[in-house]
């Protein structure tokens, strides 16, 4: 079952004992599927808009106290981008200055491997989701943290390849 309401406000939101807010977030994968069914081995990811429309980017929010950071993962991947699969090993640690609030965050980066889409979910009348090859994707996310952990995702994928 899938909740189709995002959690708002911030009274249950973790922070780091530096005071930085912790946010979570995915890196939604798959593999190419061709026309005749058979699954190849490009590499696609989603990215989604920012709820304002201008930017791209993955999906990420606040880790909250009742949830584990794999939970969160989800939960931000489910609400902001409608999409469900399996939380994988966690990608790095960043530390970034927020530009909107002009706050320290701590984000954390997991790898989703995309089991389902959604027709609806919480925010999809405020994003838009694209699916992408890793060149595309890079060039159009606005976070270099958000880059970095695809660059750590793409080197782990190529490295169990081979």
């Known amino acids: 079952m899938v909740c189709l309401v995002s959690r708002t ?5 973790r922070y780091d004992n530096l005071g930085r807010r912790q946010v979570v ?10 026309s005749d069914g058979t699954i190849s081995d490009e590499l696609e990811v989603l990215v989604i808009s920012s709820q304002k429309g201008q930017k791209m980017m ?12 794999e939970e969160a993962a989800l939960r931000e991947s489910i609400e902001e981008a409608g999409v469900i699969g399996n939380v994988e090993c966690e990608l790095g640690k960043w530390y970034f200055i927020s530009k909107s609030h002009g706050t320290f965050y701590e984000g954390c980066m997991f790898p989703l491997l995309v089991k389902e889409e959604l027709d609806f979910w919480p925010e ?6 694209t699916w992408m090859n890793v060149k595309e994707a890079r060039d159009v996310c606005q976070h270099w943290w958000m880059k970095e952990a695809l660059d750590i995702l793409v080197e782990r994928l190529a490295s169990l390849q081979q």
């Open 58 to 69: 993955f999906p990420k929010g606040g880790w909250e106290l009742d949830e584990s950071i």
């Open 25 to 34: 977030g995915c890196i939604p994968y798959r593999f190419k599927c061709s």
């Open 9 to 13: 406000g911030r009274h249950l939101q």
């Open 124 to 129: 999809h009348n405020v994003r838009q989701r």
